[in-house]
């Protein structure tokens, strides 16, 4: 918000919460729009998450990125992603990125370097996710949640972004990673 807009009242009136859950809550928000119009809007709350593009070299020269198919309810039925997760209260996104990569893959990374930052659905949520290439990767034992119901699978960085194309992935942050880390990291 630009300060002409605060000092035009914009942004948030009045708020009121709804309802708390573990993973997010729900607010009812009294808002005036940069026309000065008022309105309510109801937002999910969400402490914000990490996701990582974990890169593996291969001894031919290529590289892999390894994904995870994970069930996932809201989508009935498994999905194609790279590791993710939320934030734990007070924790950095980039602890939370190698925290994330450790329990969905195994993988720990030497380096961890910060993609961008995008914002999943601004339309009703606050929800961020912060986008990491994690690189230098040594294998060891993953550590699901009860609630977690994934295998991992290392693909040839051409072949994942084949699979956007033909939509075989079509998670939002996946697709968004990994045609990041391919324009602007030259992943490929």
């Given amino acids: 918000m630009t300060d002409r807009e605060k000092k035009n009242g914009v942004g948030k009136i009045s708020s009121r919460r709804v309802y708390t859950g573990r993973v997010v809550s729900l607010d009812v928000d009294k808002v005036r729009f940069p026309n000065g119009a008022e309105g309510e809007l109801e937002m999910i709350r969400h402490s914000g998450a990490s996701a990582v593009v974990p890169l593996l070299e291969r001894p031919d020269g290529e590289k892999n990125v390894v994904l995870i198919r994970q069930y996932r309810y809201a989508a009935e039925g498994y999905v194609y992603e790279v590791p993710a997760g939320r934030l734990d209260e007070g924790e950095s996104p980039e602890a939370c990125a190698h925290r994330e990569l450790k329990e969905e893959t195994g993988y720990t990374a030497t380096v ?23 690189t230098g990767l040594t294998a060891g034992q993953s550590k699901l949640e009860s609630d977690e119901v994934l295998d991992s699978h290392p693909v040839p960085v051409r072949e994942a972004l084949e699979m956007i194309r033909t939509g075989a992935i079509c998670d939002g942050k996946t697709i968004s990673a990994l045609l990041y880390a391919a324009r602007f990291n030259e992943i490929e």
């Fill in 112 to 134: 961890m370097t910060p993609l961008t930052t995008i914002f999943t659905t601004p339309g009703f949520t606050d929800e961020r996710i912060h986008l990491f290439l994690a």
